[in-house]
């Protein structure tokens, strides 16, 4: 149900990148504007480099890391991030 | 008098750098959103006051509190800016600073947290930062006070950047609609430059928009927006003129990061991911929260807070009162008086100040729960559920607030981006059982349930949370539709409390607690006194035929069903509604008890284990406490809501204590 | 003549505080905080305002009422 048609066969959405790989930030279009804003805020945008944490428990939020900080999303938006397996 | 604004992100440490240069101490929280509103102390030495504001990622709000701390650069008079700025995460800490440096206003940077950077191996040179912005940088440790006297110092001789201040080429597209907009706000006296209100207004601020408003022609206003835009499009930029914006500003902070940050990539916190692998575990996770709820009211009431109590009651009800009774016999009261202040006074106020010490280490313990980072951890595990029934799960951080006090959590909930999401909260966090009805436990669960006192307050703790989170299904399905909730948070890395910040923390909430037994308890016990010791007849009627007892009286049919149909639970539960210590209050001066002892012995008598535990679920759920109601109206700014509120919840409270009476019995319990 | 005192003292002291703490609910402070007046807020209450200057009061009350405004 996270999955999205993702345009580029060399992307894929952030919440099937596995705990511990790192990947790289293509496009956050997707995403609800308001939760956009806030991930730019904290410094996400297209090319910043991710490395997944974890994923919560019960289908519970997806925790990364980027630029030194830990951020909590739900999967559902993690699904709707498109990233690049770096 | 100068006056100074502190900038910043949110969990900056803007409050821990408040608090150092002010000597007053506000809350200060490992999470962000812990100060919902602007707040003015006074500098040490008196030269200037401080306003400390919201945390914000960038002038344009987003949520309530933010709109604060936007609202404050259009309508205050010039103020100099104090921007905080987290040296362990300057890129996106310095677009504010942009922003902030646009306004034209005398600036001053704190470098903060330079310690923690360090740990993670950046190093952010002042300097060059200086240098390439234009204003003081000064480096300091706000939770360590180290550089604040630097700063209070460099406050003093602050002065505006002049026109070689910073500066920010956005292209030729933007500047014409900068120099545009500033023809049309040239008329208007502003306390910021028109440069920054123009470069606001194209980004689409809605609060300065708001401020703005009437004063300016709107049509201009919009055709110049909309003009920008179409140039903006023709030079191959794209429409969107907020966006054009913070790519010019990212790519500038890009150019003086390069030169004033060093980094090396060696791994950063492994601490931090090391607890977070086993806190927010995806089976161990919640249990441990649970584990660790359980063992807080472990200490709280079996094994630290109910001895100290005992002392304290020895104490109050030993040689307080005989000191006191000395006293008025010295002076000649009469029998009358004598009763007002012992039985009334001491009677109603001792018997809530007897759990003293439960409260302290409550908060001691809460304090060190948001303080170390936790809490953060506790919206992340708890999401699933809160998403589940239709809440952001930053709606916990408001709930867990709410054990403490409602009143500053419902103020809390001001930190969620949604409407929806903070009108629930609101509704929901009186549920969530305060402090001010943890005497009625202790008193309760000491006498019926003493050898799992813990757990029987957890239970009644847990209860409250999972009616809020049922009810929270049952209102976004039915009276709260639309909008779909957001959820986005940051961990912060973990950290060992500094016990100076923790004892003054929970001081500070404990002194709310002695206030209150100063005044409104106080207040509360005399009035119940006066109502109790007189009738239709007059002075020192039998109190069965006092006035309380027949306001009492009136509900006692009422409450017949759910257990306790006397004329003292029914009078106890309508004092409640000023503050619910005033519970226990009533009761000891009701029963007329010179300890907590004989309190114990009456209160066994009047009611069952059964009956007791219904009672003390109707205290927990019943009504929001009167300052509670206070702050949902001006919260929600609607009677309606404040009315729902207190409807649903005496609702609610009868059909729980219902069900536990009705279904106790039939199983068999008296 | 000590009995008068003592009563009267309790009951001009119960009635100055009920009155005041109904006054402040209603602006929604908390009781916590009912009785200070000097310039800052009790840190138990990260959203009492009732401690700030009569400037801040004043500017946010104008915000309230612009929201109203801006409502109807």
Redesign the interface.
């Known amino acids: 149900m996270y999955q999205r048609k993702i345009s580029n066969s060399r992307c894929s959405a952030l919440v099937h990148i596995k705990p511990g790989a790192f990947a790289t930030v293509q496009a956050l279009d997707a995403i ?1 504007p ?2 956009r ?7 996400v ?1 297209e090319g910043s480099r991710l490395k997944v ?9 997806l ?1 990364f890391e980027c ?8 999967r559902e ?1 993690a699904g709707r991030m498109e990233v690049a397996p770096a | 008098m100068n006056q100074f604004a502190l900038f910043g992100n949110p969990n900056t440490g803007k409050t821990s750098l408040f608090n150092m240069l002010t000597r007053s101490y506000e809350t200060v929280g490992n999470w962000s959103g812990v100060t919902v509103e602007k707040r003015i102390g006074t500098l040490r030495g008196r030269s200037g006051r401080i306003v400390d504001l919201p945390g914000l990622y960038s002038l344009l709000p987003l949520t309530e509190d933010e709109g604060v701390a936007a609202r404050f650069l259009m309508e205050e008079t010039p103020a100099s800016i104090l921007n905080i700025v987290d040296a362990s995460q300057p890129e996106r800490n310095l677009y504010l600073t942009l922003q902030l440096l646009e306004s034209g206003r005398p600036m001053l940077i704190g470098l903060n947290m330079i310690d923690v950077a360090r740990n993670r191996h950046i190093s952010v040179d002042p300097q060059v930062l200086q240098r390439e912005l234009g204003v003081p940088v000064l480096p300091i440790i706000a939770r360590k006070g180290t550089g604040c006297t630097d700063v209070l110092h460099a406050l003093g001789s602050l002065t505006a950047p002049g026109s070689e201040g910073f500066r920010l080429d956005y292209g030729p597209a933007v500047e014409q609609g900068v120099s545009d907009l500033c023809i049309l706000l040239r008329t208007l006296p502003s306390s910021s430059a028109p440069r920054w209100t123009a470069l606001q207004l194209l980004e689409g601020n809605e609060a300065v928009r708001t401020a703005l408003a009437g004063r300016i022609d709107g049509e201009a206003l919009d055709s110049i927006l909309q003009q920008t835009g179409r140039e903006l499009e023709a030079a191959g930029f794209g429409c969107d003129v907020s966006a054009h914006l913070r790519q010019v500003r990212t790519q500038r902070i890009a150019r003086i990061c390069t030169a004033a940050v060093q980094r090396s990539d060696q791994a950063v916190h492994t601490a931090t991911e090391r607890i977070d692998a086993i806190l927010t575990h995806r089976i161990l996770g919640i249990p441990l929260f649970l584990a660790m709820m359980f063992l807080i009211f472990k200490l709280t009431f079996d094994w630290v807070g109910s001895l100290l109590s005992d002392v304290l009651d020895g104490f109050i009800s030993g040689m307080l009162s005989g000191w006191i009774s000395a006293a008025l016999g010295g002076l000649g009261a009469s029998p009358f008086t004598h009763a007002l202040v012992v039985d009334g006074i001491v009677g109603g106020v001792g018997g809530v100040l007897v759990f003293l010490p439960q409260i302290c280490i409550l908060f001691l313990l809460i304090s060190f729960v948001e303080d170390s980072g936790y809490m953060a951890r506790i919206t992340l595990l708890m999401d699933r559920t809160m998403e589940a029934v239709g809440l952001s799960g930053k709606a916990f951080i408001p709930f867990i607030i709410g054990f403490g006090c409602n009143v500053p959590a419902i103020m809390a909930a001001r930190t969620m981006e949604h409407r929806k999401d903070r009108l629930l909260t609101t509704l929901l966090v009186p549920l969530m059982s305060c402090s001010a009805r943890l005497p009625v436990y202790a008193l309760f669960a000491g006498v019926f349930f003493a050898s799992n006192q813990a757990l029987v307050v957890m239970g009644l703790y847990v209860l409250g949370m999972v009616l809020a989170l049922a009810l929270a299904k049952l209102f976004s399905r039915t009276l709260l539709r639309s909008e779909p909730s957001l959820f986005i948070v940051e961990l912060p890395p973990y950290r060992m409390p500094q016990p100076l910040s923790l004892l003054r923390m929970t001081w500070e909430k404990v002194k709310g607690f002695l206030r209150k037994a100063g005044t409104i308890i106080l207040a509360g016990s005399v009035v119940i006194w006066f109502l109790s010791n007189t009738g239709s007849s007059g002075f020192g009627v039998d109190m069965n035929d006092s006035f309380l007892a027949s306001i009492g009286g009136a509900l006692s049919g009422l409450l017949a069903p759910i257990g306790f149909g006397t004329w003292q639970a029914g009078a106890a539960l309508i004092t409640g509604f000023m503050a619910k210590e005033v519970v226990v209050s009533t009761m000891n001066i009701i029963y007329q008890v010179p300890d907590m002892a004989g309190l114990e012995h009456q209160v066994a008598a009047a009611f069952t284990p059964l009956q007791a535990f219904s009672f003390v679920t109707f205290i927990l759920l019943y009504i929001p406490c009167l300052a509670t109601v206070g702050v949902i109206r001006k919260e929600t700014a609607s009677w309606r809501w404040t009315f729902f509120s207190m409807g649903y919840s005496l609702v609610l409270a009868y059909a729980v204590a219902l069900v536990i009476y009705q279904g106790g019995k039939w199983i068999g319990f008296a | 003549m000590i009995n008068w005192i003592i009563i009267g003292l309790a009951l001009i002291y119960s009635g100055y505080v009920l009155v005041r703490f109904w006054n402040k609910s209603k602006k929604g402070a908390c009781s916590g905080c009912t009785i200070q007046s000097d310039g800052r807020t009790p840190a138990g209450c990260p959203g009492c305002i009732t401690g700030l200057p009569d400037e801040a009061l004043d500017a946010l009350k104008k915000n309230s009422q612009r929201r109203r405004a801006d409502r109807n």
């Not at chain 1, 804003?37 to 410094?43: A, E, I, M, Q």
């Not at chain 1, 630029?67 to 739900?74: K, V």
């Open positions: 609800s308001l939760l804003r806030r991930l730019r805020d904290l410094g945008a944490l974890r994923l919560g428990p019960f289908g519970g939020p925790t630029a030194g900080q830990h951020i909590g999303i739900r938006d």
